[in-house]
């Protein structure tokens, strides 16, 4: 059984940082990629990053040169690095697992973890 578990949101003013971690369990880590994802209220979920499993990295516009997503594959980890936050990063943070397995056919595995809230303060 495949488990995500995000850590470290919480509440901090705007120009602040906060660093949130996804653990995951119950799957080889290091083939998966890892994403982030937001949802703020009345709004659809946004990806915020991504990271392949071979380290390559993409970002929404919004937080590029603000945010950094990383891999730690020895402690199956993947985190986000949150600088300069602004009031409209407010949302609830979610943990993704990707797989794209392809053989005869291509079957796509997709885990979330249960979310952490973010929020920014004027």
């Known amino acids: 059984q495949v488990q995500l578990v995000e850590s470290g949101g919480g509440l901090v003013q705007s120009g602040g940082s906060l660093r949130l971690s996804c653990a995951v369990s119950?799957?080889?880590?290091?083939?998966?990629?890892m994403g982030w994802y937001r949802q703020a209220p009345g709004k659809q979920r946004e990806l915020v990053a991504n990271i392949a499993s071979n380290g390559k990295t993409n970002y929404a516009d919004s937080v590029k040169g603000r945010f950094t997503i990383s891999r730690d594959n020895n402690k199956n980890t993947a985190y986000l690095q949150m600088n300069s936050l602004k009031p409209e990063d407010t949302a609830v943070y979610y943990c993704?697992?990707?797989?794209?397995?392809?053989?005869?056919?291509?079957?796509?595995?997709?885990?979330w973890g249960q979310g952490t809230q973010v929020t920014v303060s004027s």
């Open positions: 993704n697992a990707h797989l794209t397995l392809v053989t005869v056919t291509t079957h796509d595995y997709d885990y």
């Open positions: 119950g799957a080889m880590f290091s083939v998966y990629a």
